[in-house]
């Protein structure tokens, strides 16, 4: 026989994943999405050195697992590639996702085995304008605002400008929380220019940056990473589970 006649075309097997966002900001309002799961091939892409380095293997993965999806991974809702990861992770290595926690009570270190499959979904809280944008009076000052949630590249941008600032001018001072307010708000009282924005957040009241991000919290689509649990001391407290490379290998120390 030829060995031509002896090839074999596999398929990687797949599942229709519905999104927290129902789709409601996407051009065409698609709701599902096709994903595959895992395979042995795509772990060459969670211990790629290189892609570790640059921090694109969480966007090398996800182009290669998402299937007929009608926009770029990129311009895809963090809830949304977020639910995406939980449900990888769950289906190619478990649902159980053991992390090492520290009892605020007595600063004791435990470890917690997280049950993805417990995790809730979170559908959008709040209706969108015409164009995608959402309404909010900051409490303090007193300003109407209209933001956006954030997308995938959107948090790559936020990422990428904090680094190249902090490596230019050598500062140990974060300033991921601005940026995402200049990320998110696209007007202020209608005002749209970017530099008025930004000289507003530089001087928004602390209280009203706090309220925004506590709306933002509660109306973004997604997946409710945070669980309750029950430390060493016997007390609870909630938990915020990050999503990051270890989400797929937390024992490995990459």
């Known amino acids: 026989m030829s060995t031509e006649n002896n090839q074999t075309n596999f398929e990687v097997p797949f599942d229709v994943i ?4 129902k789709g409601l900001l996407y051009p065409g309002k698609n709701n ?30 996800l182009e290669r697992k998402i299937k007929e999806f009608p926009i ?8 949304d590639r977020n639910a995406i990861m939980v449900w990888l ?3 190619g290595y478990g649902e159980i ?25 979170k559908p959008l809280g709040a209706d969108p304008d015409e164009n995608g944008f959402f309404d909010f009076e900051l409490p ?6 209209k933001f956006k949630l954030l997308t995938v590249s959107d948090e790559n941008y936020i990422v990428k400008q904090n680094e190249a600032r902090n490596k230019a001018i050598k500062s140990q001072v974060s300033n991921t929380l601005t940026y995402r307010l200049e990320t998110q708000i696209q007007s202020i009282e209608g005002n749209i220019d970017k530099n008025y924005i930004a000289q507003f957040i530089q001087v928004m009241p602390a209280y009203d940056s706090l309220k925004f991000r506590e709306y933002t919290d509660k109306i973004e689509p997604g997946i409710d990473m945070t669980v309750e649990v029950e430390g060493p001391s016997g007390e609870t407290f909630p938990v915020a589970i990050p999503i990051g490379l270890d ?6 120390g990459v």
């Open 97 to 121: 996702y053991p992390v090492k926690l520290t009892d605020p009570n007595t600063y004791d270190e435990f470890s917690y085995d997280v049950d993805l499959n417990n995790l809730k979904s």
């Open 89 to 91: 992770r769950a289906t």
């Open 18 to 21: 519905e999104l927290p966002s």
């Open 32 to 61: 599902t999405v096709k994903v595959q799961y895992l395979t042995a091939a795509d772990e060459n892409v969670l211990t790629s050195p290189n892609l570790i380095k640059n921090g694109k293997v969480i966007d090398v993965l």
């Open 140 to 145: 303090r000052s007193k300003k109407k605002i």
């Open 247 to 252: 989400f797929f290998w937390p024992n490995s």
């Open 72 to 79: 770029p991974i990129k311009d895809m809702l963090i809830g």
